[in-house]
């Protein structure tokens, strides 16, 4: 089974910041699609960003322009490069592999945007 490892992540002012990686324990391009998720308390887990086996990119739309999902493949890595954070953008990011059949979630990293 794929395992995840997320890091990354921590506090950062308004405005800043923040790359987020995803470290798999299998290679990448064999799996579907590589997504990352946030949640906060007491609301739904939000897609953020997907990249598929074959680079297609998607994103929600709080985050499109300025979030950029990427990869290497070489490494079987996954990154979420975050620019102009908001404090709304505060929540535990959590990687996630989508193989059609299975889902595997990392075990997630803190985001905080607070001054």
């Known amino acids: 089974q794929v395992q995840l490892v997320e890091s990354g992540g921590g506090l950062v002012q308004p405005g800043g910041s923040l790359r987020l990686s995803c470290a798999a324990s299998?290679?990448?391009?064999?799996?579907?699609?590589m997504d990352w998720y946030r949640q906060t308390p007491g609301k739904q887990r939000e897609l953020v960003a997907t990249i598929t086996s074959g680079g297609f990119t998607n994103y929600a739309d709080s985050v499109r322009g300025r979030f950029t999902i990427s990869r290497n493949i070489a490494k079987n890595t996954v990154y979420l490069q975050m620019n102009s954070l908001k404090p709304e953008d505060t929540a535990v990011y959590y990687c996630?592999?989508?193989?059609?059949?299975?889902?595997?979630r990392g075990q997630g990293t803190q985001v905080t945007v607070s001054s």
């Open positions: 299998a290679n990448i391009f064999s799996i579907n699609a």
């Open positions: 996630n592999a989508d193989g059609r059949t299975w889902n595997v």
